[in-house]
């Protein structure tokens, strides 16, 4: 008998302790599935995503390379289109911003500088990524120190960068203040450069040394110089074309 008794206690305490704590066990358990399966169901959206992007870029890539790098006007409005579609549908991917890059490089090389600015300008805007951000704003720099907005370049290529960036972005300071006259100031920045060149940059520490003795007080009065250090300086078509392999390396190395 008594071990009846304790046999229905036992039920009844059971049966206490799950009206107690049985709906939230059963809402535990719901939840974890609905976090787990929307888990899954994100990381399959995502996989998605990067591949739809991967295809979009890698049929921009061929029509922009296209012809050794010198599309023709089909290959070019079709890389244009493309360009467009990343940013409309995957603006802060890694390849709407280099697809941008190269298509403002492009825009450069055909002296339409207020299309390339426009292009940098959404890099600057909307890249997800810090380092084409800043490669976006040395470019947007000097083309608008070639468009005659030398104030305006300016001050995007003010202030402290990263140390990758630092001697580049000294230089281009440089370079705008030559372009305005302001050789004390251009010699300045380019000794900035020159000191905050990294060893993996060293290469072009001698075309740096030399912008700098041309515009070095001593030889301030001195013409040659002066046109050797504005030869040697970056045009737009140069620092929006010419260093767009950093951006291409970077994408072939995060993606």
């Known amino acids: 008998m008594a071990d009846h008794i304790t046999e229905e206690e036992q039920i009844e305490t059971l049966k206490r302790w799950w009206a107690e704590n049985g709906k939230g066990i059963v809402s535990g358990v719901a939840l974890a599935l609905v976090a787990y399966f929307g888990y899954q169901w994100w990381q399959t959206s995502e996989r998605s995503k990067a591949e739809a992007a991967s295809n979009l870029y890698q049929e921009f890539i061929e029509a922009a390379s296209a012809n050794d790098d010198k599309p023709d006007n089909k290959q070019l409005t079709t890389a244009k289109s493309l360009s467009r579609q990343l940013r409309e549908e995957f603006p802060k991917r890694i390849y709407a911003s280099q697809a941008a890059l190269r298509i403002a490089a492009l825009a450069a090389t055909d002296n339409d500088l207020e299309s390339a600015a426009k292009d940098l300008q959404w890099v600057v805007d909307n890249g997800s990524e810090t380092e084409l951000q800043l490669i976006a704003k040395r470019r947007l ?6 468009r005659g907005k030398p104030d305006e370049a300016l001050k995007l290529v003010a202030g402290n960068v990263p140390p990758a960036f630092a001697a580049l972005y000294a230089e281009t300071r440089g370079d705008i203040l030559l372009q305005k006259g302001d050789k004390n100031g251009a010699h300045e920045a380019y000794q900035q450069a ?24 001593a030889a301030s009065d001195s013409d040659t110089a002066t046109d050797a250090a504005a030869g040697d300086s970056d045009t737009a078509t140069d620092a929006a074309a010419g260093d767009s392999g950093e951006a291409e390396a970077k994408s072939e190395g995060d993606q």
Do not use: D
Not at 141 to 146: D, H, I, P
Not at 200 to 208: C, D, F, G, V
């Open 141 to 146: 720099a000097a083309v608008k120190a070639a």
């Open 194 to 217: 020159l000191a905050a060149l990294l060893p993996e940059q060293s290469a072009n520490e001698r075309i740096l040394r030399l912008k700098a003795e041309s515009v070095a007080p």
